[in-house]
């Protein structure tokens, strides 16, 4: 803790730069699995084979994407865009399985009440499955920024910046209280924003809120 205070705005830095190419991933993860989800659900063989590649995806070590993705896009290996490449393939192949799970968990009354007003599929979508498939999809969300939050400190190791240069330098150092700083503020991190992204999913469905009450004023 000693070091953390002493070097409260170095560390802070690190962890700028750490929520950054943490976020960053995530979202673009979202924006490519959400529609893409949602058109492969519910065409079988394409379902199948979108799982299959983004689970191969998924086991690929982070530190091979690092050396990979370089010479593929033509950048520095110790530029921050290689973090954020290998983390949005993380994300994108987490979350392109999660989106059509979460729109199966609609219940089926509902989609049959949506189809019998004369909603075609594509507004189905859009205002009545995706809306009510927003608390398993958090669920994904979740555990894909955590991750990601764990994982941006292996870009230490090719030099790029965040809170696991406080664990390289400390390793090289022999020092270990910045070894325990990083592993405090990473914990922190992740913490935080497993809540807000909690939170902001109850704020995306308000309904689920109301229907709690509901329940507890009828017991």
Do not use: C
Not at 57 to 72: G, H, N
Not at 83 to 106: C, G, H, M, R
């Amino acid at each position: 803790m000693r070091y953390l205070i002493d070097n409260f705005s170095v560390v802070m830095g690190f962890t700028r730069t750490h929520v950054y190419l943490a976020l960053v991933p995530s979202l673009i993860g979202s924006v490519i699995a959400i529609p893409v989800g949602a058109s492969v659900r519910r065409v079988r063989w394409l379902r199948r084979a979108t799982v299959t590649v983004a689970s191969l995806a998924y086991t690929v070590p982070s530190l091979a994407l690092f050396v990979i993705i370089p010479p593929l896009v033509g950048i520095s290996t110790i530029d921050p865009l290689t973090v954020i490449i290998a983390l949005s393939v993380y994300s994108t192949a987490l979350l392109v399985i999660a989106v059509p799970a979460a729109l199966d968990s609609v219940a089926a009354d509902v989609v049959d009440a949506a189809d019998a007003i004369g909603y075609g599929p594509l507004r189905r979508t859009l205002t009545v499955d995706m809306p009510l498939a927003v608390p398993v999809f958090v669920a994904s969300l979740r555990v894909v920024v955590v991750g990601n939050i764990a994982m941006v400190s292996v870009g230490a190791l090719i030099g790029v910046g965040g809170l696991g240069k406080l664990f390289t330098q400390g390793y090289q150092r022999d020092y270990p209280d910045e070894i325990v700083a990083g592993i405090i503020v990473t914990l922190a991190l992740a913490l935080i924003f497993d809540r807000a992204v909690y939170a902001l999913g109850r704020l995306a469905t308000p309904w689920t809120r109301t229907s709690g009450r509901t329940a507890k004023g009828d017991v």
